[in-house]
């Protein structure tokens, strides 16, 4: 798969593109309802919006039984209340948790882009290594093999006759 931003190819989908960091969907794994899945910022995002509405849609559920119910006589208003409190506090507590979450997607991101770029600049920078010396090792353009043969005794063939 080549990334659709840099070009860059040998690229897997669903997942960041390793020379930009651009979000590569999969387009031929796609999902039930024949759309693409999205990218993790954008769910994070629809996240946090429906941790803040059902925040805001429970907290005036309470508000309304509180004060259409003020003597709390019904045993049901009694018990809805601070159940409508808690999903209220639980869904702040998920609201918090997906925004740190965001946050820290957005700061790994952007720090694997600082080091992407930081090693395509060194890659040209003089401060390479200069090529291997290997002549010590192996002479330059000869075999390991070479003039082995020479070394080997000849076999001499044996004839069996099936009919003697």
Not at 42 to 64: E, M, Y
Not at 106 to 123: H, I, M, P
Request: charged share 20%.
């Amino acid at each position: 798969m080549f990334c659709p931003k840099c070009g860059k190819g040998e690229q897997i989908p669903n997942a960041y593109c390793r020379a930009c960091g651009e979000w590569l969907p999969d387009v031929n794994n796609l999902s039930r309802h024949g759309r693409v899945k999205l990218p993790p910022e954008k769910r994070l995002k629809i996240t946090l919006i429906f941790n803040l509405l059902s925040a805001i849609f429970a907290i005036i559920s309470a508000i309304v039984l509180i004060t259409s119910f003020p003597d709390d006589r019904l045993p049901g208003v009694a018990i809805a209340i601070p159940l409508c409190l808690a999903i209220t506090a639980w869904q702040i507590v998920g609201f918090i948790l997906t925004f740190q979450l965001r946050q820290d997607l957005k700061r790994r991101r952007q720090g694997f882009q600082a080091s992407s770029n930081q090693l395509n600049t060194s890659e040209s920078s003089d401060n390479a290594l200069p090529p291997a010396n290997t002549s010590q090792f192996v002479r330059p353009f000869a075999s390991v093999t070479e003039n082995t043969t020479s070394l080997l005794e000849p076999i001499q063939k044996k004839t069996t006759n099936k009919f003697d």
